[in-house]
């Protein structure tokens, strides 16, 4: 009697701890804290794309909606005018030319591509929730093509009488990829 009982409860504890290992693993939390998953946020810039997400809210939809889109424009200008202005600094540098002249050119240049940039961008995330107490609530991802956007200041470049004898393309387009794939380097989740 005790030999079955023996063999019975070593059974069930083998088989208690083969189903505890096969189960769904604990996440250690911090009290009073939760983690949230926002909607779009999968969306950062790559070697590919300049990304930016916002996130509106309001009692009218199409203002929530307006919101969301301002702040990811935003973001998404912020990182392009960064990126675009190191590239410019990194050019300058290889190319071994006076900053002065080509600077303040490349910089008014930059805007405007920027400008231009960001009223063609692309929506490849929008969720639309609404709250309890009826607020609209809109998650969005905007993005633009980094061959676009130097396609762009590539023409713009050339087009410009004071940047032409200054730019050499090649070289251009060297620095713009290293520093679109260093970015996207550090917006890479871990």
């Given at each position: 009697m005790k030999k079955?009982?023996?063999?019975?409860?070593?059974?069930?504890?083998t088989m208690g701890a083969t189903l505890s290992s096969c189960g769904p693993k604990s996440v250690?939390?911090?009290?009073?804290?939760?983690e949230v998953s926002v909607p779009c946020q999968e969306f950062t810039s790559d070697k590919d794309f300049f990304r930016g997400v916002?996130?509106?809210q309001s009692k009218d939809m199409?203002?929530?909606r307006e919101k969301a889109r301002m702040t990811a424009n935003a973001e998404l200008a912020t990182s392009m005018q960064t990126i675009i202005k190191s590239v410019g600094e990194r050019?300058?540098?290889?190319?071994?030319?006076?900053?002065?002249d080509f600077s303040q050119t490349y910089e008014a240049m930059t805007k405007q591509v920027v400008n231009q940039q960001i009223n063609n961008v692309r929506t490849p995330c929008s969720k639309t929730m609404q709250t309890t107490d009826g607020m609209y609530k809109v998650y969005m991802a905007v993005e633009a093509s980094k061959e676009e956007v130097l396609k762009e200041l590539e023409r713009q470049a050339t087009a410009e009488?004071?940047?032409e004898t200054l730019f050499n393309r090649?070289?251009?387009r060297q620095n713009f990829d290293a520093e679109m794939a260093e970015f996207a380097g550090k917006n890479t989740p871990k």
């Open positions: 079955s009982f023996l063999i019975v409860a070593a059974a069930a504890l250690a939390t911090i009290a009073g804290e939760k916002g996130i509106g199409n203002t929530a050019y300058v540098n290889d190319a071994g030319i006076t900053a002065s009488k004071k940047l090649e070289k251009f």
